[in-house]
């Protein structure tokens, strides 16, 4: 659950993201599928979001270059060496606990 309350299910993969989405409804606020990849050189990993709520996908993939609409976006983060595993990164992202 992040900060403010929202109900976070987040996976590895992308391209179920939709798919999760749909089956799980109102039962949570954010979809997340992430996956990795190498871009330019570098390690990235890619993030897509689902939202059946009032979280504004579009607004909080923009604070990280990506885009999209209110219910659906995405974006990329470059990793370095240093970088938390997957999803203690997701949970430094969405101000969510991994503590369930």
Do not use: W
């Not at 599928?33 to 059946?52: P, Q």
């Amino acid at each position: 659950m992040a900060a403010g309350g929202e109900r976070i299910v987040a996976f590895a993969g992308t391209g179920q993201t939709s798919d999760a989405a749909e089956v799980l409804g109102a039962e949570a606020d954010l979809i997340v599928g992430f996956d990795f990849g190498v871009e330019n050189g570098s390690a990235k990993m890619r993030f897509s979001l689902r939202s059946h709520s009032d979280f504004d996908c579009a607004a909080f993939a923009a604070r990280f270059g990506g885009g999209g609409h209110t219910r659906a976006a995405g974006f990329g983060v470059v990793l370095g060496p240093s970088d938390l595993q997957p999803y203690a990164f997701v949970a430094r992202l969405f101000g969510t606990s991994t503590d369930r």
